[in-house]
């Protein structure tokens, strides 16, 4: 499924629960500007009928990165002070739990409109404040506009009660009822949740964050949201992310390893 309507999350997933079809599958870039992608997936899979192996799409990390000494540049030049972190996950998933919002600059960014743990603002889930906080001090947009979880993929089944393989955050899921008090800020007021499952071997940086987070707290989801404030894009660059973190309410910036405080 493409185009502008595949990017509903509803709709996709009343057709995966009710619609006539035994499996569907939603592309990350769904929007107009992806449909093209289809074109490409036909060919390819026409040319490797005769081969048992096809391409499969199971990340959406196509987009451009930055190397740790590009970053370090940037932030010299831009004059801000940092540091660099030896045990980056560790030392973020503390930040997390101490209801740090921290904006995460990661490897390359992701093809298509949703952040996936490359270009992502986080939060702790538990808070019931924090979709308030992130939307009103950072997003700058409603307060009740809702945030997803990203979970590691083995723990959805444990909060979700559908949606366990949802790695491009297009479809929803109900929160088990029983957890949504857990996780709060990332659960709708219908008990809705926009999950991202997130694969060890696919995004393994942004799944040991989650696994540390979830070892301090006997949670192991994160609130994420795309890095970007309101009427924006989503941050391209480094000088990008330097300046869209100065110009919102978040607490900490992690560009690669290096990290950033306010």
């Not at 997390?96 to 992502?120: C, H, N, T, Y």
């Not at 071997?201 to 707290?217: A, M, Q, S, W």
Request: with cysteine; proline share 6%; charged share 25%.
């Amino acid at each position: 499924m493409a185009g502008g309507v595949a990017l509903n999350c509803v709709l996709n997933a009343h057709l995966r629960d009710q619609g006539p079809f035994r499996q569907i599958w939603v592309q990350p870039a769904a929007g107009d500007a992806g449909t093209a992608l289809g074109a490409a997936l036909w060919i390819d899979a026409q040319q490797r009928q005769s081969q048992e192996r096809r391409f499969c799409m199971d990340h959406a990390f196509f987009g451009p990165g930055f190397s740790e000494d590009e970053i370090e540049a940037c932030l010299r030049w831009s004059k801000v002070p940092y540091r660099r972190l030896e045990r980056l996950a560790d030392e973020v998933a503390d930040l997390l739990v101490q209801d740090k919002v921290i904006g995460w600059f990661q490897g390359r960014m992701e093809f298509g409109p949703r952040a996936l743990g490359g270009r992502s603002i986080l939060a702790d889930p538990r808070d019931p404040e924090m979709n308030i906080k992130v939307n009103n001090a950072v997003k700058f947009r409603e307060w009740w506009r809702p945030f997803a979880p990203s979970f590691k993929k083995e723990a959805a089944p444990e909060y979700l009660e559908s949606a366990y393989d949802s790695p491009f955050m297009i479809l929803t899921a109900q929160v088990r009822p029983e957890k949504r008090y857990v996780i709060p800020s990332v659960t709708h007021v219908d008990g809705s949740a926009r999950p991202q499952t997130v694969e060890k071997e696919i995004n393994p940086l942004y799944y040991r964050l989650i696994d540390e987070f979830g070892k301090r707290t006997g949670v192991p989801v994160v609130m994420n949201t795309s890095f970007n404030l309101r009427g924006e894009a989503i941050v391209h660059t480094p000088t990008d992310a330097i300046r869209t973190f100065f110009s919102s309410g978040m607490d900490a910036l992690l560009l690669g390893s290096f990290l950033v405080e306010k």
